[in-house]
């Protein structure tokens, strides 16, 4: 009998690829993707724990399942509640506190186990089952080929966890110590998912330039060899990756960058302060004049790489000064867009107890300032685009009729008109218009008959 499964999925592109599996570990159990919770069998909710109002979001979604799952029993059925991803494992004993209606509570490394897991929810008597290990098969070994379609563009995890321990960050307590897939497992995902439709693939990893997989020669490869490797598949026509840690872009890599024309022209790349002195205090192993470095060297192999990057403000004892020196940086390098966010203290981790806090007015005064600037540079970036022709990947269908929606090689969200069989095919299209957010643009060919037809 069919049964339904809904999953809300929180924070990273990780989090999304993740939830992708859990639907693969779930189909051939004969459970279809629902598209909401009320009347599903399961529901997921896969979390993130990076910051607080990210974890804060959990709880709230579980005072509406809770009502959700008291209505499907009185009405004789059954919903199982699971919670997922890193708010389940580094939190799991306050989720059975704060919500103990939740069947299942499981980490990011466990979820090969689903099928195990919601058949021991099924047969128990509302005990919960719980499962925050980090086991020693990695999961990946143990998960079905990807059967979900995966769209134009597909994620591949190539990378998991974290060993840099940056004082700010979860990450390495929720996700483990750095892994690395075999070369070999990475290809042949690719190849399947470029078989099943897909153009792009984003590789994905918490430190994905850390990466260092198994090789089939022998040895092991680092990002740079394996995106050499994947240019070689065919039918995949662009290539990127996410995230990086400026320590670990190497020479391999920034090679790869001049010499392989699928790897996309746009990299985000975390900074995430302009200040020697806290990027010392956050355990970030760089300077800002490695950082520079290092962009400079990018920008020498692909001229027209396009930068994006993370920044926290209001870290602990960040100074006014050390506050322009990130202004400044943001200046210097100019990013194509940017992601910013106040210093939110987590359980756990060495900045939260530092004794020198921010109060919250100067993290929003910050904040405020810090995007207003990334705001102004996104908005000169897509600016400079227009009149440009750029080669778009057409994902879907846009918002108004006849109109698709894509991503330009700087990942910019690109509109035209255009009719749907060209979705996953890539387009030459002029700009017409930028918003903060996304272009506006003309298929060429489309632009070359309305002025003939003009003529
Ligand atoms: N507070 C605020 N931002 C954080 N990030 C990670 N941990 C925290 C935290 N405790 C940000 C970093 C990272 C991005 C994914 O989230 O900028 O690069
Ligand atoms: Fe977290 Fe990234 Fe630092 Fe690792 S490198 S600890 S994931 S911020």
New binding site residues.
Partial sequence: MQKRLFIRTYG?QMNVYDSARMVDVMTPLGYIPAAQAEGADLVILNTCH??EKAAEKVYSELGGIRRLKRARERQGGRMVVAVAGCVAQAEGEEIRRRAPFVDIVFGPQSYHRLPDMVARALAGAGEGVFDTSFPAEPKFDYLPENLTAPGVSAFLTVQEGCDKFCT???VPYTRGTEYSRPTADVIAEARRLVLAGAREITLLGQNVNAYHGEAQDAGEWGLGMLIRALAEVPGLERIRYT?SHPRDVDDALIAAHRDVPQLMPFLHL?V?SGSDRVLAAMNRRHRTDDYRRTVGRLREARADLALSS???VGYPGESDDDFRATLDLVREIGFAQA?S??????PG?PAAVAEDQIPESIKVERLAELQALLQQQQRAFNQSCVGQIMPVLFEKPGRHPGQLVGRSPYLQAVHADASPDRIGEIVPVRIDAAAPNSLGGSIVAAVAETEERAA
């Avoid at 966010?341 to 987590?346: C, E, G, I, L, V």
């Fill in positions: 990273c990076i910051r700010f960050c979860v995230t975390p995430q993370d920044f926290i992601f966010f106040k210093y939110s203290p987590r981790t």
